[in-house]
């Protein structure tokens, strides 16, 4: 498969994983399993990944009132990745690449 990674998920939630467990999310294809996952963020980031949790997220319903009447439609369902790597790896978001921190 060619890479699943879509993009980093940077929300309160997801920023509070990385800083309190050291676990990242991203978007990722829907149709990606995980082991596509671990190999993409080990080649991308350089780093080594400890496990990895995936959620399937339904897309949201919307409604819109017009002058014609109701109109109804639906977001595309998506699909994300928690991973955790070993200790003492981190990734950065900006430069693409994996740091180590001594400790």
């Known amino acids: 498969m060619i890479n699943p990674l879509l993009r980093p998920l940077l929300t309160e939630k997801s920023t509070g994983l990385t800083e309190?467990?050291?676990?990242?999310?991203?978007?990722?294809?829907?149709?990606?399993d995980k082991t596509d996952i671990k190999k993409a963020v080990e080649k991308k980031f350089g780093v080594e990944v400890k496990s990895i949790r995936t959620i399937n997220c339904l897309g949201k319903s919307r409604a819109q009132n017009t002058r014609k009447g109701r109109v109804t439609g639906k977001k595309s369902d998506w699909?994300?990745?928690?991973?955790?790597?070993?200790?003492?790896q981190s990734i950065d978001y900006?430069?693409?690449?994996?740091?180590k921190s001594e400790g």
């Open 20 to 32: 309190k467990k050291g676990q990242y999310v991203f978007v990722v294809k829907p149709d990606a």
């Open 79 to 88: 699909k994300k990745a928690i991973i955790t790597l070993e200790k003492g």
């Open 94 to 99: 900006y430069s693409n690449t994996a740091q």
